[in-house]
């Protein structure tokens, strides 16, 4: 493989030291795993001793059969070149080493491939000073699958309307849950809770921030993970962005600062006294935040990027109370109601329209990319939104100038397809890719007909 910053090239002695120290662990299979368009891990298991073949790029793979790596039948073979600085050795197989992985294309980096495109945008920041440091919050159902297909709550007694921290039903699970935790904690991940959230069937893991291609990693891995250990149990672990109808949906918020490359400073932390607005927030801070803020219409469709997302993304819904799920493009404290938060003791924000069926990488790449250039023009976000958003009326939001996030897949390709900032940081093939294949989805969605439509109208007329 050619040189280029973007991949660190081992060495046939460093290769071999890793090959032994795996084989050490009882590991005799090595999975290259890169991602599709939809962050789906895709690749190919080698014996152990083969693994300075795949280090150097010996798997080949016919992007035509994939998803949005946009080649065609009659062009080369892609590679995949492992990752052998994030290796992951499989908590419930663990003969399998897990190796995230790149794709090349004659020995040059693939312009399609979503880790890649972190990476690059990684070095971005890097040659700006900044490091990049994300934490990403899981949210999942687990979930009895009947014989029709249909989806329900295992138990029986986790019924509650406002089931959020329940501690009985938190126990009635406790076999699943400890399987995860100790795995989390086992990986070095260092989990610091986990709970039964805000809907019967639902529970979130959080475990340290990280770089951002790292955490990446980590939360492909887990959504991998969560589905093995349930279906150990009979179930089926879903991180579906909105299963239910008249239930809370499944968000994972990213959270983010920069950090000093020379020390490893929080550049987003200061104390309150030192914020106008007293978040504990930098200037640096509210201007990465003002940048994503500008492309927030178009980040919505990467960070919410299925049909089923934009059914999460409602102020309220089928439900008796208002959803978690943020539904304007506005910035404010330890105040939900708002797409971006900035958590009490400040040094972060969380961008909250982020769900579980977000592609981490792409996800990550724009916007980061957004506050990048933020920060580059010196943009300033206003005033934090510290009210109950959804109780304003439609003329307080406008003379404040929040604007709606997307309400359909439909809006937020049309926003993320007319913003030429995703053409600069993806590159025309990659953004053109996406957008292919989304607004194929929601053709598909349209032209299918669903049990509402049969049940409202099939006696109607």
């Known amino acids: 493989m050619k040189s280029n910053p973007t991949f660190h090239q081992k060495s046939t002695a460093e290769i071999q030291e890793i090959r032994e120290k795996l084989k050490g662990l009882g590991v005799k299979y090595c999975l290259g795993a890169y991602v599709d368009i939809h962050g789906l891990p895709k690749g190919k298991v080698v014996p152990i001793d083969h693994l300075e073949h795949m280090a150097q790029g010996s798997e ?87 014989a029709d297909g249909t989806i329900e709550v295992p138990n029986p007694d986790d019924r509650l309307v406002r089931p959020c921290y329940d501690a009985r039903c938190f126990l009635d699970q406790f076999t699943w849950l400890d399987k995860m935790a100790t795995a989390i904690n086992h990986l070095g991940w260092d989990l610091y809770s986990f709970d039964h959230e805000d809907a019967n069937g639902q529970y979130e893991f959080d475990f340290k921030y990280a770089d951002g291609l790292t955490t990446c990693d980590r939360f492909t891995f887990l959504r991998l993970m969560a589905k093995e250990f349930a279906k150990q149990e009979g179930l089926l672990a879903t991180f579906m962005p909105k299963p239910f109808a008249n239930k809370t949906g499944n968000g994972a918020h990213f959270n983010m600062s920069l950090y000093d490359l020379d020390g490893g400073r929080n550049l987003f932390q200061c104390g309150k006294e ?145 913003d030429p900032f995703v053409t600069e940081t993806l590159g025309q093939a990659l953004r053109d890719e996406f957008i292919r294949y989304k607004r194929q989805e929601w053709i598909d969605y349209h032209q299918g007909i669903s049990a509402w439509e049969v049940q409202r109208y099939s006696h109607m007329f």
Request: glycine share 10%; proline share 7%; with cysteine.
């Open 60 to 146: 080949l793979y016919t992007g035509y059969a994939l998803d949005g790596l946009g080649q065609r039948p009659n062009e080369d073979e892609i590679a995949s070149v492992p990752d052998l600085d994030h290796i992951i050795q499989l908590p419930w197989q663990p003969e399998m080493a897990w190796m995230p992985a790149d794709n090349t294309f004659h020995g040059e980096p693939y312009p399609l491939n979503t880790r890649v495109a972190l990476k690059q945008q990684m070095q971005k920041a890097a040659e700006m000073g900044f490091g990049f440091n994300l934490g990403i919050e899981a949210e999942l159902f687990v979930l009895k699958q009947n």
């Open 274 to 418: 030192e914020d106008p607005y007293g978040l504990g927030l930098t200037t640096l801070g509210y201007q990465f935040i003002a940048g994503v803020l500008k492309h927030g219409k178009a980040l919505c469709a990467v960070f919410a990027p299925t049909v089923n997302s934009y059914k999460r993304l409602v102020r309220q819904g089928d439900m008796p109370y208002f959803t978690w799920a943020p539904v304007f493009n506005s910035f404010g404290s330890n105040n939900r109601t708002n797409s971006i938060r900035v958590p009490m003791g400040g040094g972060r924000f969380e961008s909250r329209n982020a769900d579980g069926a977000v592609n981490p990488y792409l996800a990550a790449t724009l916007v980061l990319a957004a506050g990048l250039e933020g920060i580059r023009e010196g943009l300033d976000p206003g005033k934090p939104q510290e009210d109950n958003l959804y109780e304003l009326s439609e003329a307080e939001r406008s003379a404040r100038g929040i604007e709606f996030l997307p309400r359909t897949l439909q809006e937020a390709i049309d926003a993320f397809e007319a």
